[in-house]
């Protein structure tokens, strides 16, 4: 499924259309469980006690919706704010900081920020290259006297090994 690229499309903006879109994204081959995975007995489950969303598993006789088992996981942040942190975040080389998503999604700065270390994580490379055996430190020059203006406590002293 292609992503959204206006910042106009309802899926940024309407909580229905981001939950309709994510369960596309998710279940492109049909609705599994998240906790034991099986496609079979998973019936969705209506009513005005449930809302929107809410699917029932036969195998676990239990109830689940897209946020179960994925980054949204326990989070009351909508779904459409959640996509356009997304977005946010991945449109700018340096992302998007917890400041701007709460100015930007009218949220309080603690769930930009919790939000934002969510995505980061999300976004990170699942298996990291370990840092090891011999550094080099290369300092950037920032701050270090040029050459000739080297002061004379920094000078090598000519009578030291
Ligand atoms: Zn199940």
Redesign the pocket.
């Known amino acids: 499924m292609k992503t959204p690229e206006l910042l106009s499309d309802p899926v940024y903006h309407d909580e229905e259309a981001a939950r309709l879109y994510l369960q596309e994204v998710r279940w492109p081959e049909g609705v599994f ?6 496609l079979d ?2 019936k969705p489950l209506g009513g005005n006690s449930m809302g929107p969303g809410w699917f029932y ?6 109830k ?1 919706t897209v946020r179960v088992g994925a980054i949204f996981e326990r989070s009351h942040i909508p779904l459409h704010k959640w996509l356009l942190a997304f977005r946010l975040m991945a449109s700018s080389k340096k992302g998007c900081s917890a400041h701007q998503l709460h100015r930007t999604l009218g949220i309080t700065y603690k769930s930009a920020w919790f939000l934002a270390m969510r995505i980061r994580e999300a976004m990170a490379p699942a298996d990291p290259p370990i840092l090891g055996g011999e550094g080099k430190v290369v300092e950037a020059g920032r701050g270090l006297p040029r050459a000739g203006t080297v002061s004379s406590s920094l000078r090598a002293d000519p009578e030291s090994c």
């Open positions: 469980c998240p906790k034991c995975g099986t007995g998973i598993c036969a195998a676990c006789q239990d689940f």
